[in-house]
């Protein structure tokens, strides 16, 4: 077995642990370059924006180095760090394409959704802390070592996600019956798609691979982290998240964008718990919609609609936009659909396609509706 890893580590506090995994690594007859992170202080205990600004300096220092990896016949990517040097080495791996092998090693003293959102970054939990080497720890290193070694074999390397194609859609699991049977329908078409979860964290992603080109058109089922960006803030940082790719050809649904999604019911606010309510998971209780906060949104999401400069359209499908958005649903109410489709009339440019039907997102006629407009968008973008 063969291959080529670059070792990121702040070499200064984690000699002994990078040092024992490179020799785990040579067992399995992986070449190790070994590139310290290790802050140039001077000798001194930096804190606060001194030592911000040393890992600034260190990150700026490497770039380079680690972005050229990807080219330059190295497998895989394999950082170990904790507090200072995992931060660093998230940052650094950004440099790489979004799909180029990575591995973190880390004590994961943060958390991870908002670092793997848009990045393909493998996360191994060091369990015991990076100080010394114990049996735990030397268990956790050889178990990784293994790990990248197999990533050393593989012999296609994985897409980058820039080449287009692929029909990008957003979707939740309370979409999912709309989002199912339009990704099985694409596909009886020779058409791939790429569905994102809109959950506050899937939607970074989303953009970041509509921004690098990957898809050829984008059917915005489950807008629904809108409400997550504007109303309750539970989101990773992803400005671009409605307006990447903008002339593409788009389809827009109201999907999901009748409820807040908020944590466990005990750690909900009472005020939330007066309105209807469900729980969709043990994780999770979602918050019926005021009209108020239906109007705001709305207004939100048909501006960044409007912005857009492809063709376009919207589809607002009256008999329910999530799946218990329905009779007798959990949060069923036509007067909330009925604000969306009024605000949506005042505000919409003439120049976007309105097009509204009395089923229900999940329904074969909002399917085939979208693929019908698929076609006739995407011949609209050719001419």
Not at 162 to 183: D, M
Not at 220 to 240: A, F, N, S
Not at 272 to 288: D, E
Request: charged fraction near 15%; charge should be negative.
């Amino acid at each position: 077995m063969t291959g080529n890893v670059l070792l990121l580590a702040t070499l200064a506090t984690k000699s002994e642990e990078a040092n024992y995994l490179s020799r785990r690594l040579a067992d399995h007859g992986i070449t190790v370059r070994l590139l310290d992170l290790s802050l140039d202080t001077g000798g001194q205990t930096c804190a606060g924006p001194g030592k911000a600004a040393a890992m600034q300096a260190t990150i700026a220092r490497l770039w380079d180095q680690v972005a050229d990896a990807a080219d330059n016949g190295t497998d895989v990517v394999l950082g170990i760090g904790g507090g200072t040097g995992g931060e660093m080495i998230v940052r650094l791996l950004r440099a790489l394409p979004v799909t180029f092998p990575k591995v973190l090693i880390t004590t994961l003293p943060f958390d991870p959704r908002g670092a793997v959102a848009d990045n393909s970054i493998i996360l191994v939990p060091t369990l015991a802390d990076l100080c010394g080497l114990n049996p735990l720890l030397r268990a956790v290193l050889e178990n990784t070592a293994a790990l990248t070694a197999g990533l050393c074999q593989i012999t296609a390397r994985p897409e980058s996600g820039q080449r287009a194609g692929s029909i990008g859609i957003t979707a939740l699991g309370a979409t999912e019956g709309a989002a199912a049977p339009l990704v099985a329908a694409l596909a009886n078409r020779g058409q791939e798609a790429t569905v994102f979860h809109a959950n506050g964290y899937g939607g970074a992603a989303f953009a970041r691979f509509a921004a690098r080109g990957a898809f050829s058109a984008v059917v915005d089922l489950t807008p629904h982290e809108l409400i997550r960006t504007e109303l309750i803030g539970d989101h990773v940082p992803m400005p671009d998240r409605f307006t990447a790719a903008a002339a593409l050809p788009r389809i827009v649904l109201p999907g999901g964008l009748n409820f807040i999604g908020l944590g466990e019911a005990k750690t909900v606010p009472p005020s939330y718990l007066q309105r209807p309510h469900y729980a969709h998971s043990g994780y999770f209780t979602h918050i019926k919609l005021s009209q108020d906060e239906m109007a705001q949104i709305t207004a939100k999401l048909i501006g960044f609609l409007n912005a857009a400069t492809g063709p376009r359209a919207l589809i607002v499908p009256m008999g329910g936009f999530s799946h218990q958005d329905c009779p007798d649903g959990a949060i069923a109410d036509p007067d909330l659909r009925q604000i969306f489709l009024d605000v949506a009339r005042d505000a919409l440019k003439d120049e976007v396609a309105l097009h509204v039907l009395p089923d229900h997102i999940s329904a074969t006629a909002v399917t085939t509706k979208i693929l019908t407009l698929l076609e006739t968008l995407t011949e609209d973008q050719a001419e």
